[in-house]
């Protein structure tokens, strides 16, 4: 089965750094919109960034120069460079993938950022 798993969150005091992988199983990440969401206590899930399979990339306002996100096929992951990170940055952090007229999704990574 489809697999995605996150890894890399943790707590980080405002202003670090934090790298966040998914690795793909069973899928070739290559060929599917890749995605970063987030879901922050009480609030909805919202999209962070995306890149596309021809590699376009975009970003939520709010990671806008702060957040990079790069894809790796000879790894098959992708991962997000989370930098001058903010309190407001605290969310779980989930990988999904989108082709094909499919959906898949990881358990989410848990990043806390302290003031």
């Known amino acids: 089965q489809v697999q995605l798993v996150e890894s890399g969150g943790g707590l980080v005091q405002a202003g670090g750094s934090v790298r966040l992988s998914c690795a793909a199983s069973?899928?070739?990440?290559?060929?599917?919109?890749m995605y970063w969401y987030r879901q922050a206590p009480g609030k909805q899930r919202e999209l962070v960034a995306s890149?596309?399979?021809?590699?376009?990339?975009y970003y939520a306002d709010s990671a806008k120069g702060r957040f990079s996100l790069s894809r790796d096929n000879a790894k098959n992951t992708v991962s997000l460079q989370m930098n001058s990170l903010k309190p407001e940055d605290t969310a779980v952090y989930y990988c999904?993938?989108?082709?094909?007229?499919?959906?898949?999704w990881g358990q989410g990574t848990q990043v806390t950022v302290s003031s």
């Open positions: 999904n993938a989108y082709g094909r007229d499919n959906s898949y």
């Open positions: 069973r899928i070739m990440v290559s060929i599917f919109s």
């Open positions: 890149i596309s399979t021809g590699g376009n990339t």
